[in-house]
């Protein structure tokens, strides 16, 4: 009775390990000029100019109230939606 609650144990915790080591693989990243990026600073550096883009435009038809949290907030959602539309 012992063997087989050890081996249920085992074999469990060997499941578990397996669902959790899948997201363990290899960052993808950017060979620049002989040094390697993580993809999520590129998506991070479009991001910026991409908020300093879209600031340009909205401030020609709309007063930003709380500019402090706006473009940081545009900023990740830019951010994490190129991310996710091109590394996922």
């Known amino acids: 009775m012992k063997v087989y609650r050890i081996h249920r ?3 469990s ?3 578990h ?3 959790v080591l899948t ?3 290899r960052a993808p990243s ?4 002989g040094s390697f990026f993580p993809a999520w600073l ?3 550096a479009v991001a910026i100019l991409l908020t300093v883009a879209s600031r340009a435009i909205l ?3 709309v ?3 709380w500019p402090a949290l706006v473009y940081p907030s545009m900023t990740a959602l830019f951010t994490f939606a190129m991310w996710l539309i091109l590394f996922h």
């Open 9 to 11: 144990y085992v074999r």
């Open 13 to 15: 915790a060997f499941v």
């Open 17 to 19: 390990a397996l669902l």
């Open 23 to 25: 997201g363990c693989a």
């Open 30 to 33: 950017f060979d620049i000029l």
């Open 42 to 44: 590129i998506c991070f």
């Open 59 to 61: 401030s020609r038809y």
């Open 63 to 65: 007063e930003i109230a």
